[in-house]
């Protein structure tokens, strides 16, 4: 009997020395790092908004949700424009990261879950590994539902998460 195996397409990144990804369908495009105008009294993981194309967009810094150290700005440095649509409603959000690593292409059976050990998969759907490590694959709903419950009621931020997506499993 012959197995049959999804394959789906991920973009990969890193943030500090960690790699992560996020399905492709969730990529509307990447961008190279742009001015990004603070808001007062928003927490750290949303440090401000940006415009790109004409679009008000805000900044999710996964770096404080993460535990991981602030970044240092290189020519590797990259904007990751996630998009996702909830009911008749789009929401775009900008993911800084240090740098892009490519799209892999990878079949369900290459993830496994995290392990019990693993601090913090919240926001994560499992792992695979990559030539260089393990990789995390990102709750795209997951992380926007909470940027959007976290971001303050007056804040420009709140209104560019989803208030209340459905948290779909990873796709």
Avoid at 94 to 114: M, N, Q, T, Y
Avoid at 133 to 153: K, N, R
Wanted: glycine fraction near 4%.
């Amino acid at each position: 009997m012959r197995s049959s195996f999804i394959v789906q397409s991920y973009l990969t990144f890193t943030l500090s020395e960690d790699a992560f990804c996020v399905p492709v369908n969730f990529v509307r495009e990447i961008i190279e790092p742009l001015p990004i105008s603070p808001i007062p009294r928003t927490p750290s993981h949303l440090p401000g908004i940006l415009v790109s194309r004409g679009q008000v967009i805000g900044v999710l810094d996964l770096r404080p949700i993460l535990h991981l150290p602030p970044p240092a700005s290189t020519l590797s440095s990259r904007i990751i424009l996630l998009q996702y649509s909830h009911h008749d409603e789009s929401f775009v959000c900008g993911i800084p990261v240090d740098k892009v690593l490519g799209v892999h292409e990878v079949a369900d059976a290459a993830f496994s879950p995290h392990a019990t050990t693993s601090e913090s998969p919240r926001f994560s759907c499992g792992e695979w590994s990559l030539d260089s490590g393990i990789c995390s694959i990102l709750d795209v709903p997951a992380l926007l539902a909470w940027a959007a419950q976290a971001a303050p009621d007056d804040s420009t931020c709140s209104s560019t998460f989803p208030a209340r997506p459905n948290l779909l499993p990873c796709s």
